[in-house]
């Protein structure tokens, strides 16, 4: 008799470990560092039991943890584990979660800048863990394979030169592509082949695409993690990046206004005038908007909230998220090439300078008289506007007034952030 307890108690204790293996690590306070810290690739599944989102992606998770674990039995390479949020809501404010199911992978410790967004199936799940796991090094096998790399713009080219694919440059080097995989492209130049100069020893170079003969050199030291990973980011991320259907929610998550240029494929010239002058004279903007591209065959519906079309392009403008604005100045190539008044365009949309003349025209340049009549004017494009000095309860549309007033169209890249048919919204202004 006392030998069936223990065999009942040994097969409880079996089926339940067999359970408890086929879903994602639970996280809690006491073991999230230490899984983070012990495994190169970890995607984190942040949800609340009440929501329904996280409760349609819950059996999918697990079933993927489980196909991973199979798969990848070195649970130091990579890992799928889980956060209620309601529990260690601590750890989930510390990760900027703000809504439920999110998704987000982690290497070597450290919070990748992308979510997952794909679909929330067994399958997608597992393809998307074995793509991250890859190895985002290509290994150059000649001086020729070096000089023919994609010289498009879409990728960006950082090269190792090492005597030995080991070591730990090597390995300061691989963890920095892993962690800017999306970024840039890297290459590894190994062995006699590349020995061209000896005395250099193990080296780093950032190979710019409009000029592939001008590599630029890393002067730190390679084994410093931090600093190759901080000299990489500068090189590999552009100030102004393009935008994309694929990358437009992770842009407005940022939560930074847009400003945009819409331009024609065919024209390679303004988008180059733009990136020039933002990196020029733009720079200190970076943490205020965000500086953006965009394909005006694509982003049609942007261009319809303007009143524009594909024959007005190129048309620089700012998203707020709640409204657009356009860029004021005709001639846009000079216009652009005057810092000043992209700079003057960015702070009177911070200033609300921007909305207020939307709705009340032009501000006052000298005190408003106090009976001072309204006067016909003739706006830019030949109509007929009626203007008036604004008194200050005018600055904000109020009661039936606001009503007849014309509002700046609205944004239409908020509609492209986080939806409410995938997630649970935390907050609701997000």
């Not at 995607?43 to 039991?49: G, Q, R, S, V």
């Not at 390479?77 to 987000?104: F, H, M, Q, W």
């Not at 001086?143 to 190792?160: A, F, M, P, T, W």
């Not at 207020?356 to 009549?373: L, S």
Request: charged share 30%.
């Amino acid at each position: 008799m006392h030998h069936r307890i223990v065999l009942s108690f040994v097969l409880i204790s079996l089926t339940h470990l067999k359970f408890s293996k086929a879903e994602a690590d639970q996280l809690t306070s006491s073991n999230v560092d230490k899984i983070l810290q012990e495994t190169e690739v970890v995607l984190i599944n942040f949800y609340a039991d009440w929501c329904r989102f996280s409760q349609i992606l819950a059996p999918e998770f697990d079933k993927a943890a489980d196909s991973i674990r199979k798969e990848f039995p070195d649970e130091k390479k990579v890992r799928l584990a889980k956060l209620d949020c309601d529990r260690e809501n601590g750890i989930a404010a510390k990760y900027r979660v703000s809504k439920y199911p999110t998704l987000k992978l982690f290497r070597y410790g450290e919070m990748t800048k992308r979510e997952y967004r794909g679909r929330r199936s067994h399958d997608q799940i597992i393809e998307y863990i074995r793509e991250q796991i890859k190895d985002p090094k290509s290994y150059a096998d000649s001086q020729e394979s070096l000089e023919n790399l994609d010289k498009s713009k879409k990728k960006r080219h950082v090269i190792g030169y090492f005597e030995q694919a080991q070591g730990d440059d090597y390995d300061s080097f691989s963890k920095v592509a892993s962690m800017l995989r999306d970024e840039c492209q890297f290459h590894v130049a190994a062995g006699e082949t590349f020995a061209k100069d000896k005395a250099a020893g193990n080296r780093i170079v950032y190979r710019p695409n409009e000029d592939f003969h001008s590599d630029i050199p890393y002067a730190g030291s390679i084994t410093d993690y931090q600093s190759l990973w901080h000299w990489t980011l500068d090189k590999c991320v552009p100030v102004v990046r393009e935008i994309t259907f694929e990358n437009a929610e992770e842009l407005t998550e940022e939560g930074l206004p847009f400003v945009i240029l819409f331009y024609h494929p065919d024209d390679k010239e303004t988008p180059e005038v733009f990136a020039k002058t933002v990196t020029s004279n733009l720079l200190a903007e970076k943490a205020s908007v965000n500086f953006l591209t965009a394909d005006g065959l694509k982003f049609t519906h942007p261009l319809h909230h303007l009143g524009k079309s594909e024959k007005d392009l190129p048309i620089l403008a700012i998203d707020s998220f709640r409204h657009m604005y356009e860029f004021p100045h005709k001639n846009l190539k000079e216009s652009m090439l005057n810092g000043q008044l992209l700079k003057d365009f960015i702070a009177d949309l911070h200033s609300g300078k921007l909305h207020r003349e939307f709705h009340n025209g032009p501000d006052p340049t000298e005190p408003p008289k106090p009976d001072q009549p309204k006067e016909e004017q003739k706006s830019e494009d030949g109509d007929t506007a009626t203007a008036h000095v604004p008194k200050e309860q005018d600055m904000q549309p109020q009661g039936i007034d606001a009503k007849r007033r014309t509002s700046p169209p609205e944004s239409t890249f908020k509609k492209l952030a986080p939806s409410r048919n995938r997630y649970t919204i935390i907050r609701d202004e997000l």
